[in-house]
């Protein structure tokens, strides 16, 4: 059955990198867009950055160039860089594959001095 696991979050300084990732079973990621989504402490959940099937990427409007999507099709991993975190992004992040909506369980990213 179709499984998303992140991990890669935890406790950064403001001005850190992260990376996250989410490991698909199930399906094969080349064939599937996905998505990566966050929820702030207090907000509505967001989307962050789609990676498409053909490779292109796309971060939503509200998302700088400091969050890159990417992935790995023969580990079957999405990735999300995070460069220069900003307390902001604090957030649960999580992975979404748009066809079906399946959602992992996130991965919790906390920046704080």
């Known amino acids: 059955q179709v499984q998303l696991v992140e991990s890669g979050g935890g406790l950064v300084q403001p001005g850190g990198s992260l990376r996250l990732s989410c490991v698909a079973s199930g399906f094969n990621v080349r064939f599937y867009a996905m998505r990566w989504y966050r929820q702030g402490p207090g907000k509505e959940r967001e989307q962050v950055a789609t990676?498409?099937?053909?490779?292109?990427?796309l971060n939503a409007d509200s998302v700088s160039d400091r969050f890159i999507i990417s992935r790995d099709i023969d580990e079957n991993i999405i990735y999300l860089q995070i460069n220069n975190l900003k307390t902001e992004d604090t957030a649960q992040y999580y992975c979404?594959?748009?066809?079906?909506?399946?959602w992992g369980q996130g991965t919790q990213v906390t920046v704080s001095s």
């Open positions: 990676i498409f099937s053909d490779g292109r990427t």
């Open positions: 979404n594959r748009l066809s079906g909506n399946y």
